[in-house]
């Protein structure tokens, strides 16, 4: 497999879920990825269940001056990216009545101002064939109760790509989403209606019961099926689009 050989790609949020399938699938496919992540032990373990090819850097995707860090690390160590991926993200339920600034402010930095910045920092270093993907959710076609923050940020990250589908035309890179429905990972457990309190084993597995009961297709996502379409958009596969939203959501935006 060799479909990303020499690709030099940077992963927010890739020492767990959906961002560590699609590490180990990129350089599965001959890919070098620098993944980053808030948690050095969590890092510890994306680098051993990657293997090789992975540089791991602590970095909160939410915090401007950590970014430049990760950017400055590509830089010395690569010099170029081709594949910017952004994963970083968290969801937490709150009704709008207990919305709160913080709340708002926290989701969108992490969810949305922290992917336009990666890529800001990051693009002086990408060249033609370059592929952007923001992880989005399809979540922003729908409308759930008790999502006002999380569901608008997924909605912004898929208007950056149009507009940088736009923004981008001569220069040969493409912007692209990929919109996951509800996946298997650590951070579904984590969807607790109190940020507060941690997630009780019992509302865990009500809330991902719920979630098999709303998905068409009657099952969780799981990473590697993320990591398959993550691979396709990073690839020349996908030559042809840009400014696409690539949804992967067992049906659940469609009835």
């Excluded at 070098?32 to 032990?41: K, L, M, N």
């Excluded at 270093?125 to 370059?130: D, S």
């Excluded at 984590?190 to 068409?216: K, L, V």
Aim: no cysteine; hydrophobic share 40%; glycine share 10%.
């Amino acid at each position: 497999m060799s479909r990303l050989k020499g690709k030099i790609a940077v992963i927010s949020g890739g020492s767990s879920g959906i961002g560590l399938a699609i590490a180990q699938r990129f350089v599965a496919e001959g890919a070098h990825v620098f993944i980053f992540g808030r948690r050095q032990e969590a890092l510890n373990d994306a680098v051993k269940l990657i293997g090789s090819n992975v540089t791991a850097i602590q970095a909160d995707a939410s915090k401007l001056d950590d970014l430049d860090r990760v950017a400055d690390v590509v830089r010395k160590e690569k010099g170029k990216v081709d594949v910017i991926l952004t994963s970083a993200g968290r969801t937490e339920q709150l009704p709008l009545r207990e919305l709160t600034p913080a709340h708002y402010d926290y989701i969108f930095a992490l969810n949305a101002r922290g992917p336009v910045f990666l890529v800001q920092k990051l693009l002086p270093m990408m060249g033609k064939g370059g592929s952007i993907i923001l992880v989005s959710s399809a979540m922003h076609y729908m409308g759930l109760a008790n999502h006002t923050a999380y569901a608008a940020t997924k909605a912004a990250l898929r208007s950056f790509t149009r507009t940088w589908a736009a923004e981008f035309k001569d220069s040969g890179i493409r912007a692209n989403t990929l919109s996951p429905g509800v996946v298997d990972t650590p951070m579904l457990a984590d969807q607790g209606s109190d940020p507060d309190n941690p997630t009780t084993p019992e509302q865990a597995a009500a809330i991902r019961q719920g979630y098999i009961d709303y998905t068409p297709i009657g099952r969780l996502g799981h990473p590697r099926e993320l990591a398959n379409a993550a691979l396709f958009l990073a690839s020349d596969e996908s030559s042809f689009m840009t400014g696409s939203d690539m949804v992967v959501d067992g049906g659940v935006s469609n009835v």
